[in-house]
């Protein structure tokens, strides 16, 4: 039974890093079709858009497509917006880290 308990542990482990990949790589794409559409003037990507794909957990792959594109680099509110997001990301990545945070927030999951 504790086999098939990580069994299944590493496979939602693992689907999750899949889709965590997915989503930042999706995102890292967007940002570049939306630079690559900007300067052909073009149809836009929503910023709405470029920032959902963040707040979906694609803010790694966002902030790197912001710097390698040079993409909306400068702009406000957009620019500090997706800080704050990779901000709180990083700071949920750290909490899942600490056993007894990561107990907290995971009870709190389960309540819903």
């Known amino acids: 039974m504790i086999f098939a308990d990580m069994t299944d542990r590493m496979v939602l482990t693992l689907g999750f890093f899949g889709l965590a990949i997915l989503v930042n790589l999706l995102a890292f794409a967007v940002f570049g079709l939306d630079k690559r559409r900007a300067r052909r003037g073009q149809w836009r990507v929503p910023e709405r858009n470029l920032l959902t794909l963040a707040v979906l957990g694609g803010s790694v792959g966002a902030k790197i497509g912001q710097r390698v594109f040079r993409h909306k680099t ?31 927030i995971l009870s709190g999951v389960s309540f819903f």
């Open 74 to 104: 400068s702009k406000q509110p957009f620019a500090v917006i997706l800080n704050a997001i990779c901000l709180m990301q990083v700071v949920a990545a750290v909490a899942m880290m600490i056993p007894t945070s990561r107990e907290w």
